[in-house]
C-alpha cells in the first residue's frame, strides 16, 4: 500500500509560478513510476507529466512542456511538479499518482496508476 499526500497548491497570478509536493508512505517508493494529473471544473482528468522510479525518464504533456518540471527525491519518498509561467488554463485540481514498475517506464494512462492522492488545489487567476 501507498499513501500519497499532495501540497503546494493555491492561488497565484498569470505568470508565477508554484511548487507542488507529494509525499509517499512505504518504504518502496523508488518500486513506484509517478505522475501528476489535473482535472479542471466540467472535464475529464488530465495527464501533465509522469517520471520512471530512477527519475531519469520524463514524460510531459505538450502544453505544459517547456514550463512544468517533474522531479523526484526518493530519499525522501516525495515527487515535485515545478510550475512556472502558470496560466489561467492550468487552473485544476492536481493529482499525484503511483504506478508499480520496475521496468523504468512511466505512463500517461490514469489506468496504469495504483495508488492516488487527493488533489490540491491551482488557481491561476488572470
Known amino acids: 500500500q501507498v499513501q500519497l499526500v499532495e501540497s503546494g497548491g493555491g492561488l497565484v497570478q498569470a505568470g508565477g509560478s508554484l511548487r507542488l509536493s507529494c509525499a509517499a508512505s512505504g518504504r518502496t517508493f523508488s518500486s513506484y513510476a509517478m505522475g501528476w494529473f489535473r482535472q479542471a471544473p466540467g472535464k475529464e482528468r488530465e495527464f501533465v507529466a509522469a517520471t520512471s522510479w530512477s527519475g531519469g525518464s520524463t514524460l510531459y504533456v505538450d502544453s505544459v512542456k517547456g514550463r512544468f518540471t517533474i522531479s523526484r527525491d526518493n530519499a525522501k519518498n516525495t515527487v515535485y511538479l515545478q510550475m512556472n509561467s ?12 503511483a504506478a508499480l514498475d520496475y521496468s523504468g517506464s512511466y505512463y500517461y494512462v490514469p489506468s496504469a496508476y495504483h495508488y492516488w492522492g487527493q488533489g490540491t488545489q491551482v488557481t491561476v487567476s488572470s
Do not use: N, Q, R, S
Open 86 to 97: 502558470l496560466k489561467p488554463e492550468d487552473t485544476a485540481v492536481y493529482y499525484c499518482a
